[in-house]
């Protein structure tokens, strides 16, 4: 009984990752305060942050990494990941990973090429203007990713 239950909850959430839509936005657009809490499909490059950080801070165990608009821009949205083992996730990092371990997947579940791949994301775009004499906040908690 439990293996059914576990295999309905997996093809959910499959399917769930499958059935997000998102408006389309030009990169430059997409971090704006009126884009605050929408949901968007933003195309570019993932990259690695320098180092890459996971945390639980929304309900879900996610890491951190940069959404260039193009190979090599340094135009770019932060965007976060889910950590997990099937589509649309990041594998969880052991300490002193390299670069070639960090393992993504698209929608499918194919794993993607981080600073090559050309990819459409789908998420929610959260805005925070900047406070006086500080920066404003600007990320996307990814749902869906496509080549």
């Known amino acids: 009984m439990k293996l059914i239950t576990v295999s309905v909850l997996a093809l959910a959430a499959f399917a769930a990752g ?24 933003v ?51 052991s300490s002193g990973y390299k670069k070639e371990d960090i393992k993504i997947r698209d929608n499918g579940g194919s794993e993607i090429a981080l600073d090559k791949d050309l990819l459409k994301l789908t998420g929610k775009i959260s805005v925070a203007p900047a406070a006086p004499g500080g920066q404003g906040v600007c990320f996307m908690q990814v749902r869906k990713i496509e080549k």
């Not at 030009?26 to 305060?33: D, G, N, P, Q």
């Not at 608009?69 to 996730?89: C, F, H, M, Y």
């Open 18 to 41: 499958c059935s997000v839509t998102g408006e389309p936005i030009e990169f430059s657009k997409a971090c704006t305060l009126e884009n605050d809490g929408k949901t968007f499909e």
């Open 43 to 93: 195309s570019g490059v993932l990259a690695q942050r320098g180092s890459v950080l996971c945390s639980n801070t929304g309900g879900r165990m996610e890491c951190g990494f940069d959404l260039l608009e193009s190979a090599g821009s340094p135009n770019k949205l932060r965007v976060d990941i889910e950590q997990g083992s099937g589509a649309n996730t990041v594998d969880k990092l």
